[in-house]
């Protein structure tokens, strides 16, 4: 599974669309970095603010990366997102991943950048045992995933950092077997990151699980809800979810999303869009119902939020609204 240049191209593209040019930035190719038969290499320098890249750039890649934060703090730029980061910060990159750094000051790192295919048939085994894993399923999503920052950039302990001085280390001096012995101390690594991760991930599942419930709604409001992908975001299960949500917010997952969506019709009314059509945009499915339900829980009709005089009563839709 080494992603080639076109297939990740096509892909940023989809996401971006017209804000390519918001994505510009060093495309790190494979044959760049991986010279012999070693599926691992380990990059171990030190850096200043001055020798990388524009703030505004974003960098892809065609293999998996490890970044280990050994000294130095900054903030790490990661698919529109940015998250601060110190002393024995790790993260797990998907190819898709969008990155860059933005250092306050000299930095000591550690990139360790591999390749799928020795472990593959390893990591397959894993699958169903930590939720960690499905970074690696070929369905994942960085972009569209809530749970890639809780599970896969954490503040780790020495275990990790141990880990990646030992591959490292085998990494500059091959001896028989260097392959092999690679390829173990790296599924060695990501086992003990996952580990890690698990324990990351569930106190931040329960401090934060509303914030992140939340998030979810707010960035998929258009499409019909899909609690088993919510549930399996956040990790919990799907009937403990509504349960959780309500006893914390006194609100149903239901009410949430449907505050979400009158407000969203809103704003493209007052944008000057067709009732009709913003009603569509925003998840509703039924013209009628959504009249009924905006003027319910608004006290007004839609067409009140147009721009200028207001209509005064939209009870009975016309069919291009």
């Not at 001055?50 to 892809?60: D, G, H, W, Y």
Request: overall charge positive.
């Amino acid at each position: 599974m080494i992603y080639q240049f076109q297939g990740v191209e096509k892909r940023i593209f989809r996401i971006y669309g017209k804000d390519m040019a918001q994505v510009s930035g060093k495309f790190f190719r494979t044959a760049d970095y991986f010279k012999d038969e070693l599926p691992v290499v380990v990059l171990h320098n030190v850096s200043r603010p001055e020798t990388f890249f524009p703030p505004e750039s974003l960098n892809r890649r065609q293999f998996w990366k490890i970044l280990y934060v050994a000294s130095g703090t900054g903030v790490l730029k990661i698919n529109r997102r940015e998250y601060p980061f110190g002393p024995g910060f790790v993260c797990l990159n998907h190819p898709d991943d969008l990155t860059n750094l933005a250092l306050d000051g000299p930095i000591e790192l550690y990139n360790l950048l591999f390749l799928l295919r020795p472990i593959e048939g390893d990591l397959a085994k894993l699958y169903s045992g930590n939720r960690f894993f499905s970074i690696f399923r070929p369905e994942f999503r960085p972009e569209e995933s809530i749970s890639h920052n809780l599970l896969h950039l954490i503040d780790s302990n020495r275990k990790l950092y141990l880990g990646i001085r030992r591959i490292h280390h085998e990494c500059t001096h091959v001896d028989a077997n260097s392959v092999e012995m690679l390829r173990y101390l790296l599924l060695e690594l990501l086992v003990e990151f996952s580990r890690q991760s698990s324990l990351v991930f569930s106190r931040r599942r329960r401090q934060d699980a509303v914030g992140y419930l939340e998030k979810f709604l707010r960035e998929h409001y258009a499409e019909r809800f899909d609690s088993e992908r919510a549930a399996r975001e956040v990790g919990m299960s799907k009937n403990y979810l509504f349960d959780f949500y309500r006893r914390a917010t006194g609100r149903t997952i239901g009410n949430t999303l449907l505050a979400i969506r009158i407000e969203e019709v809103k704003k493209l009314i007052a944008g000057g869009m067709k009732i009709e059509t913003a009603c569509y945009r925003c998840g509703f499915s039924d013209l009628s119902n959504f009249y009924r339900v905006f003027r319910r829980e608004t006290g007004l009709p839609p067409g009140a939020f147009r721009p200028g005089e207001p209509e005064p009563d939209d009870s009975n839709p016309s069919p291009d609204r």
